[in-house]
């Protein structure tokens, strides 16, 4: 038993470190190649001002890197301006330059993509009795996985969850959420497949009351595209039991994909925060940053495999750090 955990985390620990090492050396070179003029004058002086001819490769190669990292093509070449911009108009040391400009780059990354950020557990725990949260996204992101990974965590804060099984439409769903249901020890209020979804949400919001349970998190249903049906009905489960919070789950690697139909979710229902999934596979992890960019909502964690405990908060540092 010992030697098989000891076993796990050494191969857990391999893979990671070989992770590092790929993403490292992948790493595309955007340090700036100094021109004639410029490279005389910081042969002499302290601090230099960049000339457009100087940074024209590195902004070249960070756009590659932004868009092999799935950052789509519009955002990438917004980025790559606002860098370009804050490179030409600042005064760089001659002494450490090239790391200058690289945390520059970063900083100015990571300023385009600021939000307001949500501390989940604290708005649980200080909100009236139920907190109700609403899942939503594609079909296959992850919304179950996330809610049972979530309900796991709360649980270890002491806050007591109920799921609506409101994934009526999807072939075992219900038998999916129940399923982690059990292992967690939490209630599932279902109904038959086919019915109504907000239905299911307003007899769990009941329930949370009747047995005075912290939380309810509303699984959803998703489609492969978003389709009207979908938006109806999700708008009527916000209708009818107003959620606190609407949480949209997206896969790290969907990309440009992801950021339309984020747009769609949050123009006909109204999205507050993301949880992205699947870091832990091969994905870069750049379609977080168009979503961050396109959207500005805060990513409240990322899913990082498939354990229940595999739900991590998130860095915005972290991803940019896999780019540049
Ligand atoms: N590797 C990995 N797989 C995940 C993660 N989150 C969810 N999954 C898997 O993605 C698949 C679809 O998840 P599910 O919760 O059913 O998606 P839903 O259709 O949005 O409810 C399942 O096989 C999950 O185990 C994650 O962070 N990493
Ligand atoms: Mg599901």
Known sequence: MFYALRRKLNAFAEKLASRAQQSVSEKRDISPELRAPTKIKAFFKKEIKLREADIKDSILELELALLEADVNEETARKFCKA??????????????????????????????????????????RESEKPFKMLFLGPNGAGKTTTMAKLAHMLQKDGLTTIFAASDTFRAASI??????????????????????????????????????????????????????????????????????????????????????????????????????????TDAKGGTVLSLLYELKKPILFVGTGQAYTDLMPFSLDEIIERIV
């Open 83 to 124: 860098i370009k911009q804050a490179l030409l108009n600042r005064s760089i040391p001659t002494d450490n330059l090239k790391n200058f400009v690289r945390e520059t780059i970063k900083q100015t990354l990571k300023e385009l993509m600021q939000t307001e950020s949500i501390d989940i557990i604290a708005l649980a």
């Open 175 to 280: 038998e999916q959420l129940e399923e982690h249901a059990k292992r967690l020890n939490i209630r599932v209020i279902k109904h038959k497949y086919g019915s109504d979804p907000a239905a299911v949400a307003f007899d769990a919001v009941n329930a949370a009351k009747a047995s005075n349970a912290d939380i309810v998190m509303i699984d959803t249903a998703g489609r492969q595209e978003t389709n009207r049906n979908l938006i109806e009905e999700l708008r009527k489960i916000a209708r009818v039991v107003n959620p606190h919070i609407k949480i949209f789950v997206g896969e790290a690697f969907a990309g440009k994909n992801l950021v339309e139909q984020a747009k769609e979710f949050d123009n006909a229902i109204g999205i507050d925060a993301f949880i992205i999934t699947k870091l832990d």
